[in-house]
């Protein structure tokens, strides 16, 4: 069984800090891509960040760059999100996925996903 579990979300002023951490079971975590997504209540999931199977190539979406950090440890088959500098618009419900090397950094191959952690940022 494939298991996605998210964990760090909360609520936060803006400005502040969270860190998101997921775990990986059943899958070859060092074989698969990984991503964060994030869905707000009545707007469409979309790409926070992806990293690559060894963590050595990364993108983000142009609203979260220079102010989130993606990143994984292979050995502990963890996904992190360290997320700095936030907005109320980065409220929504964030979710670990993991996808096929080939397409890496296209979103739409993403084909595992959690449960997803709760973000909320006040202004």
């Known amino acids: 069984q494939v298991q996605l579990v998210e964990s760090g979300g909360g609520s936060v002023q803006a400005g502040g800090s969270l860190r998101l951490s997921c775990a990986a079971s059943?899958?070859?975590?060092?074989?698969?891509?990984m991503g964060w997504f994030r869905q707000a209540p009545g707007k469409e999931r979309e790409m926070v960040a992806l990293?690559?199977?060894?963590?050595?190539?990364?993108t983000y979406a142009d609203s979260v760059k220079g102010r989130f950090t993606i990143s994984r440890d292979n050995a502990k088959n963890t996904l992190d999100l360290q997320m700095n500098s936030l907005k109320p618009e980065d409220t929504a419900m964030y979710y670990c996925?993991?996808?096929?090397?080939?397409?890496?950094?296209?979103?739409?191959?993403?084909?595992?996903w959690g449960q997803g952690t709760q973000v909320t940022v006040s202004s």
């Open positions: 990293i690559s199977t060894t963590g050595s190539r990364t």
């Open positions: 996925a993991a996808g096929p090397v080939v397409g890496c950094f296209v979103p739409g191959n993403y084909n595992y």
């Open positions: 059943g899958v070859t975590f060092s074989t698969v891509c």
